[in-house]
């Protein structure tokens, strides 16, 4: 995920709060950078061009770092880069479906976020990585990154990132409800559901919400069932764990301690407790989360470059005590281990017969597999790295504003443990549709709609999707 997430919502939500969720699933624009946003086979003067189709902003930033380190100078000198940039999450997928099943119109690079990632990988035209000559040591990769994208033992994409969960929380509000704002402390008030759901009574006992909106905890629990949604092509649901889900979230909304009874990421509401706008204890985050969505949102004053929208943005200056909530958080594992998102790389086989694949090959290289650019990759955003020997070389920087922002705790320390963790047994290539029919669910069975009719519900659309219905 949620890259696009990371990096559009968070702005777009203070300016556009009626098309926010549209911006995140989102905005029906598209837009495409310099270069040819049509047939690619042919040559840009005495270089050619690799297109490149994505669903995030930072795939522009991710290139413009590749194409200034000298290192690449043989693949700048003889390519241009054509990013393709569609933000809505269901226009992009049957772009992608739909150029990769013409020769002519097939991207040569595309990217995926976690929720389409398989299906991306299970395309006819997707390139095997070692089609594109791209040689990893597996051995050397978080397990569940490789397994995700890979299909019958072939390994199809590969991502730059492992995106573990955690819990972020607020150390000042925890010092003053539950008498310490530590991470060994508040993880004790919150390492199951039990203890979670007590803790978040004594948090509206003082008056604050536990959590933002109700499907703050959806992709914990998720990542925690027994399997996937799709089985052999049959609809599978673990009635008992999305029972558990949806019976917490709703005692969680009658009793106030949700800030709101609604759905609220990637919303304006959602934001306002990052900042403390609102009194929210804590989010349920990861990696990537960390950096592009909590820590930019925690701050009220942003003197950075406006986006291309207008938005401000925070600039480096910003991050300090007493601006918003900077300063104020802490991470602890929380009740369960989970994943959520990232960003996986592929090539097309167009790209091996067109004779683009050097390129390709070398930016995910770049990005995905040389340790030397993926740490300075990794330094540069403070994102956590797929592979383990890149990992072990991180420490938080005490004078980057991530380590600030965290009050001087180290985040790699536990990332590095929850990445070993991540399993991916609950996942498909469907779970877009899955994560919407939840959704759905969710506020019906908040909203008082029975529990059977709302399982009935994503039973239902499982059915709808062309799911056999056992």
Not at 82 to 96: P, R
Request: proline share 2%; net charge negative; aromatic share 12%.
């Amino acid at each position: 995920m949620n890259k696009l997430k990371r990096v559009l919502c968070g702005t777009l939500a203070l300016a556009m709060a009626a098309s926010m969720m549209a911006a995140c699933g989102g905005d029906d624009s598209s837009s495409s950078g310099s270069g040819n946003s049509g047939d690619n086979s042919g040559s840009n003067g005495d270089k050619k061009t690799v297109k490149v189709y994505t669903f995030t902003e930072e795939t522009q930033t991710m290139l413009d770092i590749f194409k200034k380190d000298e290192a690449n100078k043989a693949i700048v000198d003889k390519y241009d880069f054509d990013i393709v940039l569609e933000a809505t999450a269901s226009n992009y997928i049957q772009k992608v479906a739909s150029a990769l099943s013409s020769d002519a119109d097939a991207p040569d690079l595309f990217l995926a976020d976690a929720d389409y990632a398989q299906q991306f990988a299970a395309y006819e035209n997707t390139a095997s990585l070692a089609d594109l000559g791209i040689t990893l040591n597996e051995s050397d990769y978080y397990t569940y990154v490789l397994d995700f994208t890979s299909v019958d033992g072939v390994r199809k994409g590969v991502s730059h990132q492992a995106a573990a969960g955690a819990v972020l929380y607020r150390r000042d509000i925890a010092e003053e409800v539950l008498g310490s704002g530590e991470p060994e402390e508040v993880q004790k008030a919150m390492s199951d559901w039990t203890k979670f759901e007590e803790t978040a009574g004594k948090m509206v006992d003082k008056g604050y919400y536990m959590i933002s909106g109700i499907d703050e905890l959806k992709r914990c629990f998720m990542n925690n069932r027994d399997g996937a949604w799709v089985q052999d092509g049959k609809y599978y649901c673990d009635t008992a764990t999305v029972t558990q889900y949806l019976e917490l979230t709703k005692r969680l909304a009658d009793s106030k301690a949700t800030n709101y009874v609604d759905k609220t990421q990637w919303t304006p509401n959602w934001y306002n407790g990052m900042n403390g706008t609102s009194n929210v204890f804590c989010y349920f985050g990861c990696t990537w989360y960390l950096h592009y969505t909590i820590k930019p949102n925690c701050v009220l004053t942003k003197t950075g470059e406006a986006d291309k929208d207008g938005n401000p943005q925070a600039a480096e200056a910003d991050y300090v005590d007493g601006n918003g909530t900077f300063g104020k958080w802490g991470l602890i594992p929380g009740p369960a281990g989970y994943f959520w998102g990232g960003t996986w790389w592929f090539g097309s086989k167009q790209a091996v017969s067109r004779g683009t694949s050097e390129a390709v090959a070398a930016v995910i290289s770049y990005f995905c597999v040389n340790d030397a650019s993926m740490e300075a990759y990794m330094k540069q955003t403070g994102d956590f790295p797929s592979k383990k020997t890149v990992a072990a070389k991180l420490t938080s920087d005490t004078n980057s504003s991530t380590y600030k922002f965290l009050a001087g705790q180290d985040h790699y320390v536990l990332l590095k443990d929850a990445a070993d963790k991540i399993n991916v047994k609950t996942c498909s290539q469907y779970d877009d549709t899955f994560n919407t029919a939840l959704d759905d669910a969710t506020v019906a069975f908040v909203g008082g709609t029975s529990l059977e009719d709302v399982l009935q519900d994503i039973e239902d659309a499982a059915a709808s999707a062309g799911f056999t219905v056992e």
